[in-house]
C-alpha cells in the first residue's frame, strides 16, 4: 500500500464548540454554494429526484462549459443515484483536476473509491483531506472503515475509539467502535460498546441487533420490554424497526419462544423483500447459461489460458453453510492466509456485461465465451494484483471466501485455472433458515424462493462436477461437525498440503473475523446447531416444499439436478 500521509493531530473542540459529525457535514455542504442559476435549478431537480431532468441539462450546460467543476460534480451526484458509480468517479477525478480545493466533492471521490474497492486509491485522497483537516470526524470515519476492510483492525480501531470518545453521545460512533472490537475479538468490550449505543438512543435498532448477531450473550427480560416499547413508537425509522424485529426474534429465541422468534424474524424479512428487486427467474436462467457454454469441448479449447498464479483458494457456496468455519481451518495452517469476502470476482463478471453489478447476472457469459487466452491471462493477474491490498502475511496462498462464487466457477476456472475451489454445503433447511434470521443490507429472497435458489445451486454445482470432474472439493458441513479430523486432512490433500495440528486448534487462531459467524470460528466445534433447524419446522412449510427433492435426498444430489 502507498504511503500515507500523517494528518495533523487531532485537538480540542475550539470555540465553535465540539467538532460533531453534524458540523462536518454543514461546514461541507457550505463550504462552495452554487452561484450559477440554472444550477441551482438542476441541484432542486435533483434533490426532488427528478433524475433524467437533471442529466439531460447538464448534459446540455456541458456541452457550453466543460470546465464548470461545480456542474461536472452535480452531474456525478446524478450519476451516483443512477447506480453509475464508475461514471461518477471519473466525473470527481475531472472535477478534482479543475478544483483541487473542493473537499466535498474530494469527499465524495474517496467514498467512491472505496465502493469500488479501491482501496489505496481512497487512502490517498481520505489522507489528503486530513492534511487540511485532520480533526474531521467524516474523513477519519471513513478512513477507520478502509483500514477495517483492508484488514488494518488495531488502526481502524484507534480511530473508532477516538471518534466515541470525541462523541460520546452519538449511538453511531459507538456501533462502530463495538464493530472495531468485535472484528478483533473483543467481545465483551464490543457489548459494552453496543449497550453505550444504546444508552445514547433507545431507538438504536443497530446496536440491539450488534448485541443479538454476538451470540455470546442474552436479552433479558428488561431488554425485550425495551424493544417492544420501542417498536410501538409511530416515528420509529424503518431501518431501526427491521434490526429491532432481528433482535428481538433472537431474544424469543433463546427464550424458546420459537413461534413468538418466528413471527418477528418473518416480519422483517417481509420489510427487507420489499427493498429488492428478485426474479428467482434470473439464476434459473444462468444456471442454464452455464450449462450451455462450459461443456467439455469448450473447456477443452481454453486450455492453457488464464493466469497460472496457484495462490488463491476460493471457498463458495450458500451463505451460512459453515464457509467461515472452513475458511479459518485453513487460515491456521501456516501456507494459508484468511483474507475477507473479496469482492473481485463478482465486480469483474458485472463489468465484463457493462453493469455496475448484479448478484446473479450471467449475460457477461457471452462475453467470456469470445475472450482468447491473452485476455484471460490478463483477468487472472488483474485479480491477483488487486487482492494484494488484503494480503498481509508472506504466504504462499490465500482465501477469498465469497458464497456467491458459486455462479462463477466457470469463470474463475478460465482465468485461474491452477486456483482451488472448495464448494461448503450445508443441510438446505438449516442453511436457509440460518439465513431467515440474520440481516442482510440487501434484503432476503421468500422462504419458496430460497428454496428455489438452493435447488439452482446444487444444479450448477453438479454440473461443474460433471464437467471438470475433480476440480471443485466438497465439504459437508456436517460431516465436518462429525469428524473433523478426517475432514481437514481431506481438503488439505485436496490443496497438496501436509497435516498441521494447528488447523484442529482453529479457534486459537488470532484473525479478524468479520462475517456473523465471528463468535462461532472462535470456539471448537459444536454439533448443536445440526438439527437447530427443527425447532422451526412448523412455519417453514413454503421452503421445504420448494426445495422438493433437494430437502429429502440431501446430502446427495437428486437424480433431475445432475
Known sequence: MHQRAQPKPSAPAG???????ERAIADLEVQRPLRNQRLKQIAAQLAENRLQAAESELTEHLAKRPDDADAINLMARVQVRLGRRRQAASLLARCLELAPDFDLA?????NLLFQLHKFDAALEEIDTLLLRDGRNPLYRQLKANILETTG???E????CEQLAIENPD????????????RALGRQEKSADAYRKAIECQPSSGLAYWSLANMKSGRFGEADINAMLEQLQRPDLGSEDRIHLQFALGKAYEDAGAYERSFEQYAKANAAMRLRIEYDPDTLTSGVAANKALFTPAFLESSKGAGCLAPDPIFILGRPRSGSTLVEQILSSHSAIEGTAELPFITALAARLEGREGSAYATGYL???ANLGAPALRALGEEYVADTKAYRKLDRPLFIDKKPANFQHVGLIHLILPNAKIIDVRRHPVACSLSLIKHHSSRGHPRLAELGRLYRDYIELMAHFDRVLPGRVHRVIYEDMVADPE???????????LPFEESCLRFYETKRTVLTPSAEQVRKPISGEAIDYWRNYEPWLGPLIR????????YPAVPDELR
Open 156 to 159: 481502524s480501531l484507534a480511530i
Open 366 to 368: 457471452k462475453v467470456l
Open 170 to 181: 452519538r449511538a453511531d460512533s459507538w456501533v462502530s467502535y463495538g464493530h472495531a472490537l
Open 486 to 496: 478426517t475432514e481437514t486432512r481431506r481438503l488439505l490433500d485436496y490443496l497438496g
Open 152 to 154: 488494518a483492525n488495531e
Open 546 to 553: 420448494s426445495l422438493g427433492s433437494a430437502f429429502t435426498a
Open 106 to 110: 474530494r469527499f465524495n471521490y474517496a
Open 15 to 21: 470555540p465553535d464548540g465540539p467538532y460533531t459529525f
